[in-house]
């Protein structure tokens, strides 16, 4: 079984960050406080599905309006149903597949019917922007006098596509990516749980590279155990590994770079960027991570407090070091200095000496704002 099914939450407490709606939600069902619609919207592999599929366990669950306090106990009938995939009660309609009124017309008719088993019937409806206009009226028409039996929880990586009158009728909550600490950590404790060792700098790169989304994140960290497990050895895998597994370049490489570059120092960038590629690295995976550095170096030159934006791109420590960086350069040719590499990146791709554009930009770079005969030292 692939590691992020595996490993999706059972219970509320095994949800990585969202905390203000993991609570909510808790309290929700504790209080029998719960609304008729949901709609959970958010960047992808941050858990709306998962929390759907929690939610809708939690309120039938027989023990979360008691003992267990919102917690779905994962014992009585319908939260072992749930979890076996097996509940007639739960129905999840894909939209982005099933766009079609039909789908619509019998959710309309069945939503009528009393549950069959559990105490609601729960329809989680995925990629809900996707609906088609008439299969959207189809769910306004029963969202607009929604039975008491009935709870529906409506996903989507793009609210703003959805329709006002459904999203109105919704209470809503918005996901957030998650950080690079939260990712890491969980993906230690997945590797501990699958006794693989994979040091810590590793785990934080995977974590960088995941944008985000904790789906992502365990995607790649499969892929980094299926290779461990060919290979015969005892060795924790170490960041090295992942870079070359994974095509990546190391953020540190990139950030001596740009060292380089706030220091004038265009001969030693021209030196370093050559010996690098010699070394085997990648020059357009270079670039694009350059250019990515340099936008959140302007970025964090307009005022440091914005690192917030990057939180779930770099570690803290990373964001301490650019912001240091970016207080280095001056603010009017910061501008210029990421235009000069956005424009090298795009020109690599039809260059016959394919370094050449990444030269130039450093010159330019390097040369505004000094006397000409300081150029290069
Ligand atoms: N907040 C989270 N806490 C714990 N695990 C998570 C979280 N978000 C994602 N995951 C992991 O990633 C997998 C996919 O998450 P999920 O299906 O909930 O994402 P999603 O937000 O619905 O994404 P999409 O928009 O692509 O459907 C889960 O099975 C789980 O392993
Ligand atoms: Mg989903
Ligand atoms: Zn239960």
Redesign the pocket.
């Known amino acids: 079984m692939v590691l ?2 595996k ?3 059972k219970s509320f407490s ?5 905390e203000h709606i993991v609570e909510t939600l808790k309290n929700a069902v504790a209080g029998n406080l719960l609304s008729h619609a949901y709609l959970f919207s ?1 960047p ?8 759907a599929r929690l939610l809708a366990k939690a309120a039938n669950c027989e023990s979360a309006r008691g003992p267990t306090k919102g917690e779905p106990c994962n014992a009585c009938s319908s939260c072992e149903e749930i979890n076996r995939g097996r509940a007639i009660d739960l129905v999840e309609i894909d939209a982005a597949s099933n766009r079609g009124i039909d789908e619509m017309r019998e959710l309309r008719d069945s939503v009528a019917f009393v549950p069959a088993k559990l105490k609601y019937k729960v329809f989680v409806i ?1 990629e809900a922007h996707q609906l088609t206009k008439e299969a959207a009226n189809a769910l306004l028409k029963t969202l607009e006098e929604p039975p008491a039996h009935v709870l529906f929880i409506l ?1 989507t ?1 793009e609210a703003h596509k959805m329709i006002p009158t459904i999203a109105s009728r919704c209470q809503r909550f918005d ?1 957030r990516k ?1 950080t690079v600490p939260e990712i890491s950590g ?1 993906l230690a404790e997945v590797t501990k749980a699958e006794k693989a060792s994979v040091n810590k700098e590793a785990l934080q790169l995977i974590a960088l590279n995941a944008g985000g989304s ?2 992502d994140a ?1 995607g790649l960290l499969d892929k980094v155990l299926t290779f461990y497990s060919i290979l015969d050895t005892k060795e924790p895998i170490g960041a090295a590994v992942i870079k070359d597994l994974l095509g990546l370049v190391d953020i540190n490489l990139v950030g001596e770079f740009v060292q380089l570059l706030a220091d004038k120092k265009a001969g030693e960038a021209i030196d370093f960027l050559n010996k690098n590629l010699q070394a085997g690295m990648d020059p357009q995976e270079f670039s694009k991570n350059l250019v990515r550095y340099l936008r959140h170096t302007l970025v964090l030159s307009i005022n440091p407090e914005l690192s917030h934006i990057f939180e779930s791109e770099l570690t803290p420590e990373q964001l301490e070091r650019m912001v240091q960086q970016a207080s280095q350069f001056s603010k009017d040719l910061l501008p210029n200095i990421v235009e000069n590499f956005m424009r090298a990146e795009q020109e690599m791709k039809y260059a016959s000496i394919v370094q050449l554009p990444l030269e130039l930009a450093i010159v330019e770079s390097c040369a505004k704002g000094l006397p000409a005969d300081k150029v290069g030292e």
């Open positions: 992020y099914r490993y999706r939450p095994e949800v990585t960050g969202q958010g992808r592999g941050s858990g709306k599905t998962t929390l995925d996903a990586t996901f998650l969980k904790l789906r365990l």
